[in-house]
């Protein structure tokens, strides 16, 4: 037993405790959300999710589980409580997801530890094989700084830097709340390819092949990897970027991978999603200001979604109920369709070449952004009362 009260203690652009029973709150909030639209019929039913734990893919687990009753097993990178030290909001996220999934009469578990590994692989096929029948949709959102190769034993890091030419923008130091210029120097050859590795699209493709070679993937199965690509004043550091180039392989492994699912008349693709606030899109340089402007003009208009809501329209308006996928030429889906909206992207192209530390709360939501942070880490929820100690070491069971 180990009760304490909570606090958020910011570092820069993480957060290093996490608040156990608001973690619980966000969960439940993001599932009534899944629970107040339509059920999606025809939707999946044995669903693995591979960074099931916070952002995307957390909420593919939640609408998969509580949109189309799914069983579903995640994969994820946590770690628990230990020596008076809160564990990470993923693991508070999980066990919280799990206990409502039980409570809803739906199979749920999970598997800790790094995913790109073989040990991992192995051992969460050795227990699906058990535990579960044939899975009908494998999500892929995991969002790492390093991988380790599983065939040479190497390490590599993935960067966020521009490529070719080094790159100059206004930015946002959320931890100061200053508005400052950012200077990034291009990646070298060797940072690109590491990106790749890291965030291309080989692990999934490692993955499809370990599960279809154990038989584990049903007929009609799908897969779904997320990617951004955003407005153009991004563009330098995101799609143009290292990390785009990451994505660039990750769309070159859908087509591997939706040719091995076609087989059984499935298929693979990847969703081109919304910017949101999670623990992976805080770390870019300039996303938060973009972010910032983007949620005043998209509240405003009541065009607002989070990741939630973002993967319930993804299941509901292209992956189920019928519907077929709505690609674009060059082969992707996009959910991205309303920050993208003209509209929407002039307004908050009007307000980038005014923003500045002084005028910032006035011209963002950079009050939204951060209470969106906090959330994360399961602070700042209505019914949660953060004055009161609690028990910190949460069992996942
Ligand atoms: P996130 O940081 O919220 O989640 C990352 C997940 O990966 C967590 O569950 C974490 O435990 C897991 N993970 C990390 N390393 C792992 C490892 N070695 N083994 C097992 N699990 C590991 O990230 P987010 O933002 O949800 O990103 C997911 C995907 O969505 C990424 O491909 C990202 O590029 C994409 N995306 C994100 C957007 C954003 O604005 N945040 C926008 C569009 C796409």
């Not at 590994?117 to 192995?122: D, F, L, Y």
């Not at 392989?249 to 939706?258: F, P, Q, S, V």
Request: charged residues 25%; proline residues 4%.
């Amino acid at each position: 037993m180990a009760q304490q009260i909570v606090s958020p203690r910011v570092r820069g652009f993480v957060c290093i405790t996490a608040h156990p029973e608001g973690c619980a709150a966000h969960v439940r909030e993001q599932i009534a959300y899944v629970k107040s639209r339509p059920q999606i019929k025809n939707g999946p039913k044995n669903v693995l999710v591979l960074g099931a734990s916070t952002g995307y893919g957390l909420a593919s687990r939640i609408a998969a589980a509580f949109g189309a009753g799914a069983n579903t097993f995640g994969v994820y990178f946590e770690r628990p409580s230990a020596n008076g030290k809160t564990a990470t909001a993923g693991w508070y996220n999980t066990a919280a997801f799990e206990a409502e999934a039980r409570k809803a009469g739906l199979y749920a578990a999970s598997a800790n530890g790094d995913a790109f590994s073989t040990e991992m692989k192995n051992q969460v096929i050795e227990r699906l094989k058990k535990e579960m029948p044939k899975i009908d949709l494998v999500v892929y959102s995991l969002a790492a700084p390093r991988r380790t190769d599983p065939k040479t034993g190497e390490t590599f890091k993935s960067v966020l830097k521009p490529v070719g030419a080094a790159y100059s923008s206004k930015n946002l130091d959320t931890d100061r709340k200053v508005v400052n210029e950012v200077s990034l120097e291009p990646a070298t050859e060797a940072e690109i390819a590491a990106t790749v590795k890291v965030m291309g699209g080989e692990d999934w493709e490692l993955w499809i092949s370990a599960l279809d070679e154990a038989g584990l993937l049903a007929e009609g199965c799908q897969s779904v990897a997320y990617s951004y690509i955003g407005p153009s004043v991004t563009w330098p550091i995101y799609k143009e970027g290292s990390i785009g180039q990451a994505k660039k392989d990750l769309y070159r492994a859908a087509k591997a991978i939706d040719s091995i699912l076609k087989i059984r008349r499935g298929r693979a693709f990847v969703s081109v999603n919304k910017a949101v606030v999670t623990q992976a899109s805080s770390a870019i340089p300039v996303v938060p200001l973009y972010i910032s402007i983007l949620f005043k003009v998209m509240k405003a208009k009541g065009l607002h979604e989070d990741c939630i809501e973002q993967i319930q329209r993804l299941f509901e308006t292209q992956m189920y109920n019928g519907n077929f996928l709505n690609f674009d030429e060059a082969g992707l889906v996009h959910i991205d369709d309303l920050e993208m909206r003209d509209d929407v992207q002039k307004e908050v192209f009007e307000i980038w070449p005014k923003i500045c530390t002084e005028n910032l709360a006035e011209l963002s939501d950079f009050a939204g952004y951060q209470s969106g942070f906090l959330k994360l880490f399961g602070f700042g929820l209505a019914g949660v009362d953060y004055s009161t100690p609690v028990e910190v070491e949460v069992p996942i069971a």
